[in-house]
């Protein structure tokens, strides 16, 4: 009774002290992560504080952050900044959410059942590796420059990122959970959303992050070559009059956004995959 007390004593004593280790190191890396940002803002300033480029190819912080209010005030080219947020993320969004809506079904079906998989597996397989803008043609040709192409293009994108990280998932799950489950009686249906879709989850997670990246990218690419609205549109033109103050806030905008969208995408993954952490 004694040993077991002393090691219960010292398993609550490791535990704050593990806490607390883990909350300073948390502070360490943020704190790197903003000198890093200073740095290169620094950095920025001063290149173009000494002129070592060209104001128009490289403006200023100041210059870049007038640009950024007043295109708040009077919008671009007529539009309002938020109309051109708002057309990108529409389109980004309805593709994330049929993809998922698609992909996990099936990816999860295909790792569990060989059928599927040999079904479905293939296809995405001969053009997961096209480029996206490579086939975007074609689809500007069936559906034409507006949405519809867009989000068919983003949904292509998104979907075998997230169709491959839950077959993967799948056929990483124990098997000796599946066969227990079984031997106790459990259906093919208890056993898919009672053990398969919760062991699946951490990376269903991480392939929607995976699929939200390349589809931001293709995103974009899409509306510089087929575009009349939209951040990627607005960057793309503005470089056409070498408007750089508007490309710098453009990316700006596109980089802080995605950061953004990224640490929801982690908040959730932390709310519903709540036991990753203490595996």
Not at 28 to 38: A, F, Q
Not at 55 to 71: D, N, Y
Not at 93 to 112: E, N
Not at 219 to 247: C, Q
């Amino acid at each position: 009774m004694n040993l077991s007390n002393q090691d219960h004593n010292v398993k609550k004593e490791s535990d704050p002290n593990k806490k607390k280790n883990k909350i300073n190191k948390k502070r360490v890396e943020s704190s790197l992560t903003i000198v890093t940002w200073i740095g290169i803002f620094v950095a920025w300033y001063l290149v173009t504080k000494f002129e070592l480029f060209s104001p128009t190819l490289l403006p200023s912080p100041l210059r870049v952050a007038k640009a950024f209010i007043k295109l708040i005030r009077s919008g671009y080219n007529g539009v309002p900044l938020w109309s051109h947020m708002l057309a990108s993320f529409r389109r980004l969004f309805i593709a994330l959410g049929l993809a998922i809506s698609t992909a996990v079904p099936l990816g999860l079906l295909s790792g569990y059942f060989s059928k599927v998989e040999a079904i479905i597996d293939s296809i995405v397989e001969f053009y997961r590796p096209l480029p996206p803008l490579a086939y975007y043609t074609l689809l500007i040709l069936w559906f034409g420059i507006d949405d519809e192409s867009k989000i068919i293009l983003l949904f292509l994108a998104a979907f075998a990122p997230i169709y491959l990280a839950c077959v993967s998932a799948v056929s990483k799950i124990n098997a000796n959970y599946i066969l227990s489950a079984k031997s106790l009686g459990a259906s093919q249906k208890k056993v898919f959303f009672k053990i398969v879709l919760p062991a699946s989850m951490p990376e269903i997670f991480t392939g929607i992050r995976t699929a939200f990246g390349v589809s931001y990218t293709t995103l974009v690419s899409a509306e510089m070559i087929a575009a009349t609205s939209g951040i990627g549109w607005m960057v793309l033109d503005a470089a056409n009059f070498l408007k750089s103050d508007v490309i710098f806030v453009g990316i700006i905008i596109m980089g802080i956004t995605g950061v953004l969208i990224d640490a929801g995408l982690r908040f959730l993954e932390r709310k519903f995959v709540y036991w990753k952490g203490h595996v």
